[in-house]
């Protein structure tokens, strides 16, 4: 019985355990993020006679056809003395300040085309314009891959996005700016003029429109993912707690089953030993039926073993 009840016990604690490293392994989806490494790499390859303050557009590569993407090199120094007034739907003004501080680099232009959905899937938006991104990176060595994002900021006035190729927005929508940070997160704003959003720091930008559908709730879906994963997170809590007490308490059952059981079987052991009296008793430890005898004289210590 010790045995039986301290191996279920060992069981339940494996049972919940297991279930922890779905859990912890539940982690965003990263597709945009190996996305944005691929671009980089695209768009360096397009400096083959680099030079400074040019736009030079890329070729991806075939399986990612649709998606367009471009480098500019400049210097840090003139990008905040001058900015960069037109570089492709980017309006940046004077004020951009790079850091950590590098000589030159390069920002790295997106259009993601038909493939806006795929890797920024909404729910409850339609894109009105591609996902466009605008990155910023080390301009040290054309050739290097993998690199890290520097961190831009606008510090006088903000960077404008002028979407072009806009679908017409349906009667009595709002157009929606939508702004993914390089970490994932998910931002909402207001057109600042027609077709045109703003920001101070680099990322995805798009022009959104909430879809009239009966949804009531609708999000983006890095969040709704998010918010479905945290619930499948909670579920997943919540059922592994209410399995460990169903068990537990189906265990308890069993344990108080048993032990009436084997009251039962003492008292009848105790009738049937009263009814044939110390005759029997002799015959039955005599004649191999001990372990009866035997169950009834342990029975105590199993008692006292599991009483609370
Ligand atoms: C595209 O194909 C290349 C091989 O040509 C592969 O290495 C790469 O992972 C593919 N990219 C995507 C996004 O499917
Ligand atoms: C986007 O369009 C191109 C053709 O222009 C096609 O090859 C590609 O498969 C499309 N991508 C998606 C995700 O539909
Ligand atoms: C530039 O990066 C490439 C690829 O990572 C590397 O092979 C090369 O040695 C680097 N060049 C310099 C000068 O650091
Ligand atoms: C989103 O935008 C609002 C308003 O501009 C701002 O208060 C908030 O901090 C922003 N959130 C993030 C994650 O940047």
Redesign the pocket.
């Known amino acids: 019985m010790g045995l039986l009840f301290r191996s279920l016990v060992v069981l339940v604690m494996l049972l919940s355990s297991s279930w922890l490293p779905i859990i912890v392994s539940q982690s965003p989806a990263s597709s945009a993020h190996v996305l944005d490494v691929i671009l980089q790499d695209y768009a360096y390859r397009a400096f083959v006679h680099p030079r400074t303050g040019v736009t030079f557009d890329g070729r991806v590569p075939s399986n990612l056809t649709g998606i367009k993407v471009a480098g500019m090199r400049l210097r840090s120094g003139s990008l905040r003395s001058r900015g960069v007034p037109d570089y492709k739907e980017f309006r940046i003004p004077v004020g951009v300040v790079v850091q950590p501080y590098v000589e030159r680099l390069v920002l790295v232009y997106q259009n993601l085309g038909n493939w806006s959905n795929v890797y920024y899937p909404l729910s409850g938006y339609t894109y009105l314009a591609p996902m466009l991104g605008l990155l910023a990176y080390d301009a040290v060595?054309l050739?290097?891959?993998n690199l890290p994002e520097l961190d831009i900021r606008a510090s006088i006035s903000p960077i404008n996005i002028h979407f072009t190729n806009v679908k017409s927005v349906p009667d009595g929508s709002v157009a929606k700016c939508l702004w993914f940070d390089l970490r994932g997160n998910v931002n909402f704003s207001n057109v600042v003029s027609k077709n045109t959003c703003s920001t101070a720091q680099q990322g995805h930008f798009a022009l959104v429109v909430e879809k009239p559908a009966p949804s009531p709730a609708p999000a983006p879906s890095a969040v709704s993912h998010k918010k479905k994963k945290n619930m499948k997170k909670v579920w997943i809590i919540v059922g592994s707690v209410l399995g460990g007490i169903i068990l537990l308490t189906l265990l308890a059952m069993l344990l108080s089953w048993f032990k009436k059981y084997q009251q039962k079987k003492k008292m009848q052991h105790m009738e049937k030993a009263s009814e044939v009296g110390e005759a029997l008793r002799m015959t039955s430890v005599g004649s191999g039926k001990a372990p009866a005898a035997m169950g009834t004289r342990t029975q105590p210590t199993l008692e006292t073993e599991y009483a609370p």
Do not use: G, K
Request: charged letters at 0%.
């Open positions: 060595n050739s290097a891959t």
